[in-house]
């Protein structure tokens, strides 16, 4: 990474407990512009909350969470402004059940004065050719197989033109023969430089997608590097673990 | 939304209290006094309706004879006893014939007129019984009309006697408990027991040439108030018996043929004869049950609607509130919330309320507390996914529930919105109570006159049928509708 790159996320010293269960302890972060994260772990290790922490789904007990440059810990900063910079797509696509395809993708641009019906039309047109669903603009979503709903999901987001991408296990709840469709296009948004955090089983794409690895568990980040320091040279013995048995499936 | 939600409940509840005011406020002549008079609906032959369903009887009749001699005019408002009595003691009404026993307990609570009929208290039983005494009576059941001076005299001497006693709001009622034998006598003022066995009724009265504890009927107002009206009454009383005319009504109920009144025995003999000459009747009661209905649903939804979104706000005092709500009139029963409004809130405040009013608003806090219920459950049974996806967007809690949750919440709600409405539609049933003449109440009068319980409420019953089918079928074809 070189040095004029800014910091687009910035995480400090983060706490989250639910009750007894201290799920996140003490984690920072930095993510650098048009810079892929991946982040690995076993189920239960705070991946996933972290990750929603960035968008203020969840919140922290204590610590400093900056992105885009505003302090979201902040109770003063407006969330829904700095949520527009920051796409989210999610392990079950949560697209909106009551619109068609289309109307999914132009909701929020709309709703939120960014584009014109007309401008979001034609933007949701072109992001449907991106994912490769050009067809299906007018389809309803219950229509849709769940790859189908998963690239809908990222052209939903990309719609309101974020700096950030966020994906929270986006191929988990797939059929095997269809997550190569939503993978190909995450690789083609990484190709165009987008900043991108992921949580994911999927390693192979991983290795090929990520700038940087991190792996969490038990509520910390373990180690964190590139690719291949990470699968081929891994130092932390529940890393190695972790990957003898992922890796062994 | 939440905002236009209220503007419009509020729009339509001044609609609504701008209905319920407008039978009350009838153009009154400038020179001469108008009262709003109640009177009991089901109490042959003082009161009742005729086979043309227009009230009658010998209160109905002096109290026309009355106004006229005195130079006053009135407004006749049938209902139960009770509700009519309570009326009057709530100010919703300036006065009450309804043959009414002058009672020094009464007396503490109303004003009387000089007494206008000598009565006194009858106890009967079925024809064919084999009761001869009140000794008889002893850990056998007694039927009562509630509130009556017939109630209350066998209140006083069933512990001497030893008799159980279970009540209802109308003599119809009272009688067939009797005559089916669930209960063995009643008690009740003499000409009405005399009146109705005349009509056909199986009953035979104990004590005809001895009745108990005799006493007078008199016309009633509040204790203290409409003093004028009160003299005014005095004085027409005094006229007509004077003149004549009381006799002359007095005679045309007891020395008529029953059938005068109620209609022929072939009109009665058949459901298709009652329901032909009671056409109108019938009409007019399916008609008021429909209004209600259709205001009721359409209130009651938006109310239902806005506690249901009150249900699901981000602000948690607005969360307790609609709750609170919700709890509070899903736990009352209807018809103890339509007394509290239309008897028990008036008599406080001495505001008056229309029985419309009141039973509309019965309807809309009742059936909308049940609404607010699902509403809340529907929105909460949307996936918080989908809440987390549009928040994701940058969209307001506010643009959510608006574009998101709403519109498939009210899609997961529509079956029981359907339900709802079955249910309100049946419920209105139970605002005959506090006067409002809809289809059982207009059942109540006609089986007052004709004593042909199972005909009747077999009409009854199949109109609510044949409603609640096509209100389903409507509901329906709405329902695909919306799923297409």
Same mark, same amino acid.
């Given at each position: 990474?070189?040095?004029?790159? @800014?910091?687009?996320?910035?995480?400090?010293?983060?706490?989250?407990?639910?009750?007894?269960?201290?799920?996140?302890?003490?984690?920072?972060?930095?993510?650098?512009?048009?810079?892929?994260?991946?982040?690995?772990?076993?189920?239960?290790?705070?991946?996933?909350?972290? =990750?929603?922490?960035?968008?203020?789904?969840?919140?922290?007990?204590?610590?400093?969470?900056?992105?885009?440059?505003?302090?979201?810990?902040?109770?003063?900063?407006?969330?829904?402004?700095?949520?527009?910079?920051?796409?989210?797509?999610?392990?079950?696509?949560?697209?909106?059940?009551?619109?068609?395809?289309?109307?999914?993708?132009?909701?929020?641009?709309?709703?939120?004065?960014?584009?014109?019906?007309?401008?979001?039309?034609?933007?949701?047109?072109?992001?449907?050719?991106?994912?490769?669903?050009?067809?299906?603009?007018?389809?309803?979503?219950?229509?849709?197989?769940?790859?189908?709903?998963?690239?809908?999901?990222?052209?939903?987001?990309? !719609?309101?033109?974020?700096?950030?991408?966020?994906?929270?296990?986006?191929?988990?709840?797939?059929?095997?023969?269809?997550?190569?469709?939503?993978?190909?296009?995450?690789?083609?948004?990484?190709?165009?430089?987008?900043?991108?955090?992921?949580?994911?089983?999927?390693?192979?794409?991983?290795?090929?997608?990520?700038?940087?690895?991190?792996?969490?568990?038990?509520?910390?980040?373990?180690?964190?590097?590139?690719?291949?320091?990470?699968?081929?040279?891994?130092?932390?013995?529940?890393?190695?673990?972790?990957?003898?048995?992922?890796?062994?499936? | 939304?939440?905002?236009?939600?209220?503007?419009?409940?509020?729009?339509?509840?001044?609609?609504?209290?701008?209905?319920?005011?407008?039978?009350?406020?009838?153009?009154?002549?400038?020179?001469?006094?108008?009262?709003?008079?109640?009177?009991?609906?089901?109490? !042959?032959?003082?009161?009742?309706?005729?086979?043309?369903?227009?009230?009658?009887?010998?209160?109905?009749?002096?109290?026309?004879?009355?106004?006229?001699?005195?130079?006053?005019?009135?407004?006749?408002?049938?209902? !139960?006893?009770?509700?009519?009595? @309570?009326?009057?003691?709530?100010?919703?009404?300036?006065?009450?014939?309804?043959?009414?026993?002058?009672?020094?307990?009464?007396?503490?609570?109303?004003?009387?007129?000089?007494?206008?009929?000598?009565?006194?208290?009858?106890?009967?039983?079925?024809?064919?019984?084999?009761?001869?005494?009140?000794?008889? =009576?002893?850990?056998?059941?007694?039927?009562?009309?509630?509130?009556?001076?017939?109630?209350?005299?066998?209140?006083?001497?069933?512990?001497?006697?030893?008799?159980?006693?279970?009540?209802?709001?109308?003599?119809?009622?009272?009688?067939?408990?009797?005559?089916?034998?669930?209960?063995?006598?009643?008690? %009740?003022?003499?000409?009405?027991?005399?009146?109705?066995?005349?009509?056909?009724?199986?009953?035979?009265?104990?004590?005809?040439?001895?009745?108990?504890?005799?006493?007078?009927?008199?016309?009633?107002?509040?204790?203290?108030?409409?003093?004028?009206?009160?003299?005014?009454?005095?004085?027409? =009383?005094?006229?007509?018996?004077?003149?004549?005319?009381?006799?002359?009504?007095?005679?045309?109920?007891?020395?008529?043929?029953?059938?005068?009144? /109620?209609?022929?025995?072939?009109?009665?003999?058949?459901?298709?004869?009652?329901?032909?000459?009671?056409?109108?009747?019938?009409?007019?009661?399916?008609?008021?049950?429909?209004? *209600?209905?259709?205001?009721?649903?359409?209130?009651?939804?938006?109310?239902? &609607?806005?506690?249901?979104?009150?249900?699901?706000?981000?602000?948690?005092?607005?969360?307790?509130?609609?709750?609170?709500?919700?709890?509070?009139?899903?736990?009352?029963?209807?018809?103890?919330?339509?007394?509290?409004?239309?008897?028990?809130?008036?008599?406080?405040?001495? /505001?008056?309320?229309? %029985?419309?009013?009141?039973?509309?608003?019965?309807?809309?806090?009742?059936?909308?507390?049940?609404?607010?219920?699902?509403?809340?459950?529907?929105?909460?049974?949307?996936?918080?996914?989908?809440?987390?996806?549009?928040?994701?967007?940058?969209?307001?809690?506010?643009?959510?529930?608006?574009?998101?949750?709403?519109?498939?919440?009210?899609? &997961?709600?529509?079956?029981?919105?359907?339900? @709802?409405?079955?249910?309100?539609?049946?419920?209105?049933?139970? &605002?005959?109570?506090?006067?409002?003449?809809?289809?059982?109440?207009?059942?109540?009068?006609?089986?007052?006159?004709?004593?042909?319980?199972?005909?009747?409420?077999?009409?009854?019953?199949?109109?609510?049928?044949?409603?609640?089918?096509?209100?389903?079928? *409507?509901?329906?074809?709405?329902?695909?509708?919306?799923?297409?």
């Amino acid at each position: 990474m070189s040095e004029e790159k @800014q910091v687009k996320v910035h995480v400090d010293k983060v706490n989250k407990s639910y009750g007894d269960n201290h799920v996140l302890r003490d984690i920072s972060l930095d993510v650098m512009d048009n810079e892929v994260v991946v982040m690995i772990g076993p189920s239960g290790s705070g991946k996933s909350t972290f =990750l929603r922490m960035l968008n203020q789904l969840e919140k922290p007990n204590s610590g400093v969470i900056e992105v885009d440059g505003y302090d979201i810990s902040d109770p003063k900063t407006n969330i829904n402004k700095v949520r527009e910079n920051i796409g989210m797509v999610f392990q079950n696509f949560n697209l909106f059940n009551n619109y068609s395809v289309i109307d999914n993708i132009t909701l929020a641009p709309v709703q939120l004065g960014k584009l014109t019906k007309e401008e979001a039309e034609k933007k949701a047109k072109e992001l449907l050719e991106t994912v490769g669903l050009p067809d299906k603009a007018n389809a309803p979503v219950s229509s849709l197989s769940g790859g189908q709903k998963q690239r809908i999901a990222i052209a939903r987001a990309l !719609a309101m033109d974020p700096d950030i991408m966020l994906f929270d296990e986006p191929t988990s709840a797939l059929d095997p023969e269809v997550v190569g469709d939503v993978l190909d296009v995450m690789k083609h948004l990484a190709k165009m430089g987008m900043t991108m955090i992921i949580v994911t089983h999927e390693m192979g794409f991983a290795k090929q997608v990520a700038d940087r690895v991190v792996f969490f568990e038990s509520g910390k980040i373990q180690e964190s590097g590139t690719p291949e320091q990470i699968f081929t040279a891994p130092k932390n013995e529940r890393l190695q673990t972790f990957l003898s048995k992922v890796m062994q499936a | 939304m939440k905002k236009k939600l209220l503007t419009a409940f509020v729009a339509l509840s001044a609609i609504v209290t701008l209905f319920g005011f407008n039978g009350r406020n009838k153009t009154v002549s400038a020179d001469e006094a108008h009262y709003t008079i109640t009177s009991d609906a089901t109490y !042959a032959p003082f009161d009742f309706q005729d086979k043309n369903n227009q009230y009658i009887g010998i209160d109905q009749d002096l109290l026309k004879a009355i106004a006229k001699a005195a130079g006053f005019t009135v407004t006749v408002k049938p209902m !139960a006893f009770n509700a009519a009595m @309570q009326s009057v003691a709530s100010s919703q009404a300036d006065g009450v014939i309804a043959g009414t026993t002058i009672t020094n307990e009464r007396k503490a609570v109303y004003d009387f007129s000089d007494p206008y009929y000598k009565t006194g208290i009858a106890w009967a039983t079925a024809k064919d019984s084999k009761i001869k005494s009140l000794s008889d =009576l002893k850990g056998k059941t007694v039927a009562l009309k509630t509130g009556t001076a017939g109630a209350e005299y066998a209140e006083s001497i069933k512990d001497q006697y030893g008799f159980k006693i279970t009540y209802f709001s109308d003599s119809d009622t009272v009688y067939r408990d009797v005559i089916n034998g669930n209960s063995v006598a009643t008690f %009740a003022d003499l000409p009405v027991l005399q009146y109705t066995i005349k009509n056909g009724t199986a009953l035979k009265v104990q004590n005809a040439k001895e009745p108990f504890a005799a006493g007078d009927l008199g016309f009633s107002v509040k204790k203290g108030e409409n003093q004028a009206l009160l003299a005014d009454f005095n004085k027409g =009383l005094a006229i007509i018996k004077k003149n004549g005319t009381y006799d002359k009504i007095v005679n045309k109920y007891l020395s008529a043929k029953a059938s005068t009144f /109620t209609g022929s025995a072939k009109d009665n003999s058949s459901m298709w004869g009652i329901l032909k000459s009671n056409h109108t009747a019938f009409w007019s009661g399916l008609k008021q049950t429909l209004y *209600l209905t259709v205001v009721g649903i359409v209130l009651a939804s938006l109310w239902g &609607l806005f506690l249901g979104i009150l249900g699901v706000s981000k602000n948690g005092l607005l969360r307790g509130l609609s709750t609170t709500i919700i709890y509070i009139f899903r736990g009352m029963p209807m018809l103890v919330l339509a007394f509290f409004l239309y008897i028990g809130i008036p008599a406080v405040t001495g /505001t008056k309320i229309s %029985a419309w009013t009141a039973g509309i608003l019965t309807l809309v806090l009742n059936e909308g507390a049940y609404t607010g219920a699902f509403v809340r459950g529907g929105f909460n049974s949307v996936d918080d996914g989908q809440m987390e996806a549009a928040r994701s967007l940058g969209l307001s809690h506010g643009q959510a529930m608006r574009r998101v949750i709403i519109p498939q919440g009210l899609k &997961l709600m529509v079956p029981s919105f359907i339900n @709802q409405f079955i249910i309100t539609l049946k419920d209105t049933s139970l &605002l005959s109570a506090i006067g409002i003449l809809e289809l059982t109440q207009t059942g109540t009068l006609i089986v007052t006159r004709n004593s042909q319980g199972f005909r009747v409420w077999a009409i009854v019953a199949m109109i609510y049928l044949v409603v609640i089918t096509l209100l389903t079928l *409507l509901s329906n074809w709405v329902e695909k509708r919306t799923n297409a």
